[in-house]
């Protein structure tokens, strides 16, 4: 679903199910929000990821680890995607989520919450470049 979408959210692994969910129904609300898959990490498809996320007009990465000493305080998805927008001509607004730590859930609610930071990223509000989502205070 990211043909006539205006924001991604970018994630590996187990949180393709919450966030295809989540989508569709956001989708059904009228609000144009997709999901782009990386399949693997190694070796990292920097080009196609920003040729890909280049016409988009902001993208939210979800990572679920965090990466000691990491540029933004992010994970290691959110940093890779960072480098290779970083030559690209069109770099869309990158809003970080660190999300599913400890084995947490990653739940429609908590998809829901980053998508509209995503959204307000894209209408050129300023956005947190991490944000940790779904933890105890």
Do not use: C, H
């Amino acid at each position: 679903m990211t043909d006539d979408a205006d924001v991604v959210l970018v994630g590996m692994g187990t949180l393709s199910t919450p966030v295809k969910v989540a989508i569709r129904q956001m989708r059904a609300e009228g609000k144009k929000v997709g999901f782009v898959r990386v399949r693997w990490f190694r070796p990292f498809a920097a080009k196609d990821l920003a040729e890909t996320l280049g016409r988009f007009k902001a993208v939210g990465v979800i990572d679920r680890d965090f990466s000691l000493g990491s540029p933004y305080e992010g994970g290691i998805l959110a940093t890779e995607v960072r480098a290779a927008l970083y030559p690209a001509a069109n770099r869309p607004p990158l809003v970080g989520f660190i999300a599913g730590l400890g084995g947490r859930e990653v739940t429609l609610p908590d998809v829901k919450k980053m998508s509209e930071m995503v959204l307000r990223a894209a209408e050129g509000k300023p956005q947190p470049a991490t944000t940790w989502i779904g933890l105890r205070e």
